[in-house]
């Protein structure tokens, strides 16, 4: 497995931006597609947005469009998710992980264990 450690969140009023990284250790990820996953108190994780192994593709969960953009630099094995126009019903832990290339939205299996990912807190 890879290991992943999620970074970047905090707390921050609604309308402002946050920007997410996801930094891998151990093998390279760059022929993976990756995705970011949030999951909030009493809810199930949902994907939230995906990313092709080259970057040329992307997709976004409905909710998000518009308003958050995922990226990726294989050079540094690092994925991104920049957030602006934050609204509370963003307020989630955001996780990083393998996407399957297979079936939309879920996680590729045996990639990574879920970490401790990054609390987004988003008030007013």
């Known amino acids: 497995q890879v290991q992943l450690v999620e970074s970047g969140g905090g707390l921050v009023q609604a309308g402002g931006s946050l920007r997410l990284s996801c930094a891998a250790s151990g093998r390279s990820f760059s022929r993976y597609a990756m995705g970011w996953f949030r999951q909030a108190p009493g809810k199930e994780r949902e994907s939230v947005a995906g990313?092709?192994?080259?970057?040329?593709?992307?997709s976004y969960r409905d909710s998000v469009k518009g308003r958050f953009t995922i990226s990726r630099d294989n050079a540094k094995n690092t994925v991104y998710l920049q957030m602006n126009s934050l609204k509370p019903e963003d307020t989630a832990v955001y996780y990083c992980?393998?996407?399957?290339?297979?079936?939309?939205?879920?996680?590729?299996?045996?990639?990574?264990?879920w970490g401790q990912g990054t609390q987004v807190t988003v008030s007013s």
């Open positions: 992980n393998g996407l399957s290339s297979h079936i939309a939205t879920m996680a590729l299996p045996g990639f990574s264990d």
């Open positions: 990313i092709s192994w080259s970057g040329g593709s992307t």
